[in-house]
Nanobody, 112 residues
Framework: QVQLVESGGGLVQPGGSLRLSCAASGFSFRSAIMSWYRQAQGKERELVATINAPVSTRSYTDSVKGRFTISRDNAKNTVFLQMNSLKPEDTAVYYC?????WGQGTQVTVSS
């Protein structure tokens, strides 16, 4: 059974940082292309970042380039999203995804 479990969200001030984690199980993680999406209240879900496999090339949506970094630890079946210089517009529920399978999400709120 495929499981994706996100963690690491929370409340942070503008300019702050958070590191999200997604623990994966039930599939061959080492060869899996993994993505982070987010959905702000009242908006459609959007793709934030993708990391490929087996070569860990990365891609990002324009609004997070230079601020967010996606990475993976194949030994721990975990994908990360390091988020720096956070802005209020980054507020959303963040989901990790594999082949259109989603975790439960983790809330990120950027507010002073």
């Amino acid at each position: 059974q495929v499981q994706l479990v996100e963690s690491g969200g929370g409340l942070v001030q503008p300019g702050g940082s958070l590191r999200l984690s997604c623990a994966a199980s039930g599939f061959s993680f080492r060869s899996a292309i993994m993505s982070w999406y987010r959905q702000a209240q009242g908006k459609e879900r959007e793709l934030v970042a993708t990391i490929n496999a087996p070569v860990s090339t990365r891609s990002y949506t324009d609004s997070v380039k230079g601020r967010f970094t996606i990475s993976r630890d194949n030994a721990k079946n975990t994908v990360f999203l390091q988020m720096n210089s956070l802005k209020p517009e980054d507020t959303a529920v963040y989901y990790c995804s594999w082949r259109n399978i989603w975790g439960q999400g983790t809330q990120v709120t950027v507010s002073s």
